[in-house]
């Protein structure tokens, strides 16, 4: 049975409707963010980056990330969720809005940098809500993202 090895929990400021988990090491990522996003559906990996689509234009989410050592189990209630793989060859991420640029936080998902592969599956809630509300102001809290990271065999 998969455990959890590691656990952040933050807030990211989204904003065009997005964010990313980016490689810490700017020089791992070959298409820096937010190059490509426009076509993002809700998840999207690429190397070194996890791009996330909002259901609200400007506001901020709620974000837990979780290391795990193998695959979870699904569990939860979630209005969308999406899978994929990504490489973190520096081991850390730091979030990032679209126009707002990094947050001041990072992220480790590896005690150890070098290429490794990771699975990811992203699940995100208050999409409805956040969508009414970011018309009208700035929400904060009200969309929640799960991420959760697994080696891949």
């Known amino acids: 049975m998969a455990r ?7 807030s990211v400021m989204v904003d065009f409707y997005g964010f990313c988990l980016q490689d810490a090491d700017d020089m791992a990522v070959p298409v820096q963010w937010p190059e490509g996003f426009e076509s993002v559906d809700f998840v999207s990996t690429r190397t070194g980056r996890i791009d996330i689509r909002s259901a609200g234009h400007t506001h901020t989410a709620g974000l837990t990330l979780e290391v795990w050592d193998g695959e979870p189990e699904l569990a939860g209630s979630w209005d969308v969720s999406g899978e994929g793989e990504v490489d973190y060859p520096s081991g850390t991420l730091r979030a990032w809005a679209v126009a707002g640029g990094p947050m001041p936080y990072l992220l480790e998902v590896s005690e ?3 290429p490794e592969t990771w699975c990811v599956r992203v ?3 208050g999409r ?3 969508a009414r509300l970011a018309s009208q102001t700035v ?3 009200v969309e929640q993202y799960l991420v959760q ?3 891949k065999r």
């Not at 959890?4 to 933050?10: D, G, K, L, S």
């Open 4 to 10: 959890v090895i590691r656990r952040h929990e933050e």
């Open 112 to 114: 150890q940098a070098g």
């Open 123 to 125: 699940h995100a809630t």
């Open 128 to 130: 409805a809500e956040v």
């Open 139 to 141: 929400p904060h809290g």
């Open 149 to 151: 990271l697994w080696p």
